[in-house]
């Protein structure tokens, strides 16, 4: 069976854990790059970027998991695992280090105050049809790279959802729903190696 790496530092990791047990994943909380090295492939949760970054730093993730992305694992962000992800964030005053391996750039809480967390139907190729996404001070993809493709959008016709081979984020939240589809469609990136 393959096993699935959340990313336990901080943010609803245990969500993404239930979600994947359900549908039968062996999915393990990860604290340290043994961790990470024993997964096929690797979650970054929802939760605050800068928190989950300088921990990641602290227990020595950060490099796991550019090495897990070297080596062709499939890696997940959600939301705060978006933007760490992406390339560049960008509307923001203050430096924020990412880990560059999918070619978006992300600006953190782009809906603004107004409309900080809301809930929408969008349709997604990644999962044949309508799902129920939940957005909680989410990201907005400003720029997507070429080879990036958009697989779910906005009610607004925005980008959401957008995969680079195994490399897939989403700016809402899946793991938030009794909805399984994101999670199994992950599992199927597994398998998917693009860069060996
Ligand atoms: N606004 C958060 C950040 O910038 C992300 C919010 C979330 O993951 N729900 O890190």
């Known amino acids: 069976m393959p096993r699935i790496a959340v990313l336990a530092m901080q943010g609803d990791f245990a969500e993404h854990i239930r ?60 939301c705060a695992g978006m933007i760490i992800i992406s390339r560049n964030i960008v509307g923001q005053e203050k430096a924020q280090e990412t880990l560059g391996i999918l070619d978006v750039d992300t600006q953190r809480n782009g809906y603004g105050r107004q409309m900080d967390s809301f809930e929408e139907n969008i349709l ?32 607004d016709g925005s980008p959401i959802a957008v995969c680079d081979g195994n490399v897939f984020a989403t700016s809402f939240h899946p793991e938030l729903t009794d909805d399984t589809r994101f999670h199994s469609y992950f599992v199927g990136l597994l398998n998917k190696n693009n860069r060996q």
């Open 124 to 155: 997604s190729s990644a999962v044949n049809g309508w799902f129920h996404a939940v957005f909680i001070r989410a990201p907005i993809l400003k720029r997507i790279g070429v080879k990036v493709e958009v697989v779910a959008k906005g009610a």
């Open 19 to 78: 979600a994947l047990k359900k549908i039968g994943a062996d999915a393990i909380e990860a604290r340290t790059p043994a961790d990470i090295e024993s997964a096929d492939g690797v979650i970054i949760p929802g939760g605050e970027s800068t928190t989950i970054t300088k921990l990641m730093k602290e227990y020595g993730l950060w490099d796991s998991v550019k090495l897990a992305h070297s080596k062709g694992k499939a890696i997940w962000g959600t």
